[in-house]
Each structure stands twice: as structure tokens, then as C-alpha cells.
């Protein structure tokens, strides 16, 4: 369940890695299902051979959307990383046009503004985008049990042209799974 991630995650714990955490799960979804990371050119589908992710980044301007290159390769530290230098960049005011070009896929989370559920825009050419969401306690059952536990809605909007509702399920039930073991996810196993 997603209470072992929140425990790692959630604001009280002092570690403010979820955004990441979704990178690189999204990242091992995309690799395993390229229709997700792909695109329509005119009348071709284009499948990428890379994982470019967007994040979706507030600045005091107004939102902007920087690329974080090749994630399908980086480990957990350096996604962090990077997503830091992004977030100071970005609030600094000196990202570049190249900064935010050319991602394939857009992971936004609009959970750090309040919100429980919407539904994200696709940031064309892109195919898809994951909208993550607020952190919040919830009634769940639990081995026969009602228990209180924090809980995160997430979805996936997509181009049905290119993803039908099968691959978008099976996409974010992979998110799911990988951020569910953080242990995997952090250790990279």
C-alpha cells in the first residue's frame, strides 16, 4: 500500500522526494510501454528510443515546464539533483528555451496546491501526461479493516489516437506498483 512511500514522502517526515519517486517509476513505465512515450508526426508514430520527463515547475511568472533529459538512465540521487537545479533555475528566473524543450512525457503535481483530482492538460507533441495529487488521509480497507491512511489519486491523461484506455491503465499500475516499493525504487533493484 502507499502508506511505506508516504512514510518516506509525506511533508511530516522532513524529505520532500515524491515528485521524484513518480520520475523514475514513470520513467520504467515508459521504457516498458513506448506507446506511452511516443507521438503522432502527420500520419506516423514516432516512438522514442528515451525518456525526457517535464515537470511541471510554480515560479512567482507563473508555471513553467522544464525537461529533465534521459531518465531512463539516471538513479534516484541524480533525478533528485536535477530536480533541484531545475526548481532554482526555474524560480531564479534563468531557464533557457532549451531547458524546456523537447520532453516527451509531463509528470505535473498539483497535490502541492491542495488539489485532490483534475485532470492535466497534454503538453503536445506529447502523448501523455501524469497528474499527481494532494496527500491526504483517508478511510481505506485494510486485511478487513477500516484504517486511516494517506492516500494519493493520480492520473493520466493521453491521446487516445495513440493510447487506448488498456495501456493507460496498465501504465499507471505500474506507476503504482514501483512507487509503492520505495525501497526498489530508491535503491534502484
Do not use: W
Request: proline share 5%.
Amino acid at each position: 500500500d502507499l502508506f511505506e512511500l508516504v512514510c518516506y514522502f509525506h511533508p511530516s517526515s522532513g524529505i520532500n522526494a515524491e515528485y521524484g519517486a513518480f520520475l523514475k517509476a514513470s520513467a520504467q513505465g515508459l521504457s516498458e510501454m513506448p506507446e506511452v512515450n511516443a507521438f503522432i508526426d502527420g500520419n506516423q508514430i514516432i516512438y522514442r528510443d528515451y525518456v525526457d520527463i517535464s515537470v511541471a515547475v510554480a515560479t512567482p511568472k507563473g508555471l513553467v515546464v522544464p525537461v529533465i533529459r534521459n531518465v531512463e538512465n539516471m538513479n534516484y540521487a541524480d533525478i533528485e539533483k536535477s530536480l533541484n537545479d531545475l526548481g532554482v533555475k526555474a524560480r531564479e528566473g534563468s531557464l533557457a528555451i532549451e531547458d524546456m524543450d523537447g520532453g516527451t512525457f509531463t509528470v505535473s503535481n498539483g497535490g502541492v496546491f491542495g488539489s485532490m483530482f483534475g485532470t492535466p492538460i497534454i503538453n503536445l507533441p506529447q502523448s501523455a501526461i501524469l497528474g499527481m495529487h494532494a496527500i491526504l488521509e483517508r478511510p481505506v480497507a485494510l486485511n478487513g479493516n477500516v484504517v486511516i491512511r494517506p492516500m494519493m489519486y493520480i492520473a493520466l491523461t493521453y491521446d487516445h489516437r495513440l493510447i487506448d484506455g488498456r495501456e493507460a491503465v496498465t501504465f499507471l499500475k505500474r506507476v503504482k506498483s514501483a512507487v509503492e516499493e520505495p525501497a526498489t525504487l530508491l535503491l534502484g533493484i
